[in-house]
């Protein structure tokens, strides 16, 4: 294992080339034009959105665009400050570890907790955390926050994922900045913990670890939480269209695209 600093000291540290680094994701496709609508079918009233592990915003737009209200929060000061500049008083941010993430309130008078419609955690949150007992923690805070009718949205990465980004020897330059993200990896397993080293110009190099969580882990940590499964959708992209398909396929997929509600 490299140096163990935290997914927090690791997006500390990417957080001014972050929104550069992932221009090439479009969130008003993804959130916006296919997320969402899948939401919509399982039932998904607009309201309050919580997004966590918001980083620098990037789904804020297209809720917002949508008549969302919205209230971000990270574990990263770095990555709260770029969504604070580009988003001033329009989203509410909050600096919290999603494992610890109390109940929140909307407005002012507003009873703390199950104040929330949707609550999202997207583009590998869940795989940043990589302890025993983890994905518990987060689900019971986002329990914590759901409305009674509301719907959380998280993503998780699949075995082909990591070995594109992750095994070793993978190293991708990128751009003209000369940012290498270096896999460190010697072999991809089901449940591993992998690493990644990203340096280049203007980020002080860092590594990020995440986990593959198999969907019977995620599962059951949802019911454990007190989550009830809706739906588990493998993700790809073909001729630059995303594809979401009602089955999960950890060698064709790159993330599978999760949906729960309150259990009972
Ligand atoms: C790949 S970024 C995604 C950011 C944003 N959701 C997006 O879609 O652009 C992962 C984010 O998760 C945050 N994160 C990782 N572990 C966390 C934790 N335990 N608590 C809170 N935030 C965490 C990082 O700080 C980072 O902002």
Redesign the pocket.
């Known amino acids: 294992m490299a140096d163990r600093e935290?997914?927090?000291q690791?997006?500390?540290r990417?957080?001014p080339v972050?929104?550069e680094f992932?221009s090439a994701?479009n969130?008003e496709v993804w959130l916006g034009e296919v997320l969402l609508p899948e939401l919509e079918k399982r039932g998904l009233q607009r309201g309050w959105a919580l997004?966590?592990?918001?980083?620098?915003?990037?789904?804020f737009d297209p809720l917002l665009d949508r008549g969302w209200k919205v209230i971000g929060?990270?574990?990263?000061a770095?990555?709260?400050a770029q969504a604070g500049e580009k988003f001033g008083e329009r989203v509410r941010l909050i600096h919290?570890?999603?494992?610890?993430l109390e109940p929140i309130s909307t407005a002012p008078g507003q009873p703390d907790g199950e104040n929330f419609q949707l609550v999202?955690?997207?583009?590998?949150?869940v795989n940043?955390?990589t302890e025993e007992g983890?994905l518990e923690r987060?689900f019971a805070g986002v329990l914590r926050n759901l409305s009674p009718e509301g719907l959380v949205v998280f993503d998780t990465n699949t075995l082909l994922w990591f070995r594109e980004s992750f095994a070793s020897g993978k190293s991708e330059e990128m751009s003209d900045r000369g940012w290498d993200w270096h896999g460190l990896n010697e072999s991809v397993e089901t449940g591993a913990t992998y690493e990644a080293r990203l340096s280049g110009q203007g980020v002080e190099s860092h590594v990020h670890r995440q986990r593959h969580w198999t969907l019977e882990q995620v599962v059951e940590a949802l019911e454990d939480s007190g989550l009830q499964p809706l739906a588990a959708l493998g993700q790809r992209e073909e001729n630059w269209q995303l594809i979401l398909e009602n089955a999960v396929d950890e060698e064709r997929d790159s993330k599978v695209i999760n949906i729960a509600t309150r259990a009972g």
């Open positions: 935290s997914a927090q690791a997006y500390d990417f957080a972050y929104d992932n994701n969130y997004d966590v592990g918001c980083g620098t915003g990037r789904a929060c990270d574990g990263s770095g990555m709260l919290t570890d999603a494992r610890e999202l955690l997207l583009n590998e949150v940043y955390l983890d987060a």
